[in-house]
T-cell receptor, first 111, second 112 residues
Framework: NAGVTQTPKFQVLKTGQSMTLQCAQDMNHNSMYWYRQDPGMGLRLIYYSASEGTTDKGEVPNGYNVSRLNKREFSLRLESAAPSQTSVYFC??????????FGEGSRLTVL | GENVEQHPSTLSVQEGDSAVIKCTYSDSASNYFPWYKQELGKRPQLIIDIRSNVGEKKDQRIAVTLNKTAKHFSLHITETQPEDSAVYFCAAGGQGFQKLVFGTGTRLLVSP
């Protein structure tokens, strides 16, 4: 049981480049989330998916897109990366109890 | 929307002392209040949570209290140990846990 797996763990991009962060969970959870973590700002919700086939915006969705490919996978895409998107990104899933199970995080630097 | 404030931002205690972290929230509809611990370079993990139908919950050395009237909740850690050193986040959620909003975190340092 791997839990929540994110790739890549580290990535450096130039401004304007695009990339996709991948996330997969093997716990059969319906809900999945993408958060970003910045110093002094806690965890902020980017997008979430309450179930396969549905996605909704969180607090800070601008500059991001998501795809809930199936029940296991939830990807986050940056179409044109900006320095303000330098952050640590966490994927999480939830068995509808409220408890979030986080991945290990992906550290993204945009130059 | 919900707004969660967390204090203090840093807290230093001696091993064996107690530590208290406080959070306030703005949305009276919030009814779920979890606390997460994040060790350096690791993922956040749930350590305790409380729902609005109870005022206090304990799990060994940690406890959480909730005052719905005042819209604040607190994490209490007794007999602190060096391994308690981490960043602690509170959060508040309402209808549908998808609406969970996090505080900005408290860095707890426990010195031997």
């Amino acid at each position: 049981n791997a839990g929540v797996t994110q790739t890549p763990k580290f990535q450096v991009l130039k401004t304007g480049q695009s990339m996709t962060l991948q996330c997969a969970q093997d716990m059969n959870h319906n809900s999945m989330y993408w958060y970003r973590q910045d110093p002094g700002m806690g965890l902020r919700l980017i997008y979430y998916s309450a179930s396969e086939g549905t996605t909704d915006k969180g607090e800070v969705p601008n500059g991001y897109n998501v795809s809930r490919l199936n029940k296991r996978e939830f990807s986050l895409r940056l179409e044109s990366a900006a320095p303000s998107q330098t952050s640590v990104y966490f994927c999480a899933s939830d068995p509808n109890t409220g408890e979030l199970f986080f991945g290990e995080g992906s550290r993204l630097t945009v130059l | 929307g919900e707004n969660v404030e967390q204090h203090p931002s840093t807290l230093s205690v001696q091993e064996g002392d107690s530590a208290v972290i406080k959070c306030t929230y703005s949305d009276s509809a919030s009814n779920y209040f979890p606390w997460y611990k994040q060790e350096l370079g690791k993922r956040p993990q749930l350590i305790i949570d409380i729902r609005s139908n109870v005022g206090e919950k304990k799990d060994q050395r940690i406890a959480v209290t909730l005052n719905k009237t005042a819209k604040h909740f607190s994490l209490h850690i007794t007999e602190t140990q060096p391994e308690d050193s981490a960043v602690y986040f509170c959060a508040a959620g309402g209808q549908g846990f998808q609406k969970l909003v996090f505080g900005t975190g408290t860095r707890l340092l426990v010195s031997p």
